[in-house]
C-alpha cells in the first residue's frame, strides 16, 4: 500500500488487433495500470479531470460537490484545458473543446461513466452507450414530441 502515491500520470499504450493480425492506430491513455492492484478509495488515481459543458446546466454548489468526490477517490480536476488533462468529462460532442480533446487523444467520457466507477470503485473504461457524449448537443431529436404509453388493467 505504500508504493501508492498521487503523482503524476503514467502513459499506458493498450495493444489493438483489428482481427486481421494488423495493429490499429496506437493510442496512448493515462492513469493507473490496470494490473496494479488499487484500493477502491483511490479509483480516479492518475485521472485528470476537464470539466467541459456540465457547467452551464448545474449549480456552482453541485460542481463543488463533483470536484470533492473526484478529489475523495484519487482524481484531479484542472480548470483549463491542457495537456495534463486525461478525461473530457462533457454532455455532448458539439464543443470545440471535445474536438480537441479527440485531436490529443484524450478519454471522453460522461457523468453517467464517472458516476457507475464510483460505484463499482474500480476504474473501467466506458461500456455502455450512456458513458459517451452525446452526438446531439443541446437538440436531442424528438425532444418536441410526448410519448404517452397506454396500459389495458
Known amino acids: 500500500m505504500d508504493s501508492i502515491s ?23 491513455y493515462y492513469g493507473h495500470d490496470a494490473a496494479d492492484s488499487i484500493p477502491g478509495d483511490l479509483c480516479l488515481l492518475g ?12 449549480k456552482h454548489d453541485e ?10 477517490y484519487g482524481g484531479q480536476i484542472d480548470n483549463a484545458y491542457s495537456n495534463r488533462v486525461t478525461h473530457l468529462l462533457c454532455e455532448n460532442q458539439k464543443t470545440d473543446v471535445f474536438q480537441l ?5 484524450k478519454r ?7 458516476n457507475d466507477v464510483l460505484i463499482k470503485k474500480k476504474m473501467l ?21 410526448v410519448c404517452i404509453i397506454y396500459r389495458k388493467m
Do not use: E
Open 101 to 105: 480533446a479527440l485531436r490529443d487523444q
Open 63 to 72: 460542481l463543488d460537490n463533483w470536484r470533492k468526490v473526484i478529489d475523495h
Open 125 to 145: 473504461s466506458p461500456w455502455l452507450p450512456t458513458h459517451f457524449p452525446s452526438t446531439f448537443g443541446d437538440k436531442k431529436p424528438c425532444s418536441h414530441l
Open 108 to 114: 471522453a467520457v460522461t457523468a453517467n461513466w464517472l
Open 6 to 28: 498521487r503523482a503524476s500520470p503514467r502513459p499506458m499504450t493498450p495493444s489493438r488487433n483489428n482481427g486481421q493480425g494488423k495493429a490499429l492506430q496506437d493510442l496512448t
Open 47 to 58: 485521472c485528470v479531470f476537464y470539466i467541459a459543458d456540465y457547467s452551464k446546466n448545474l
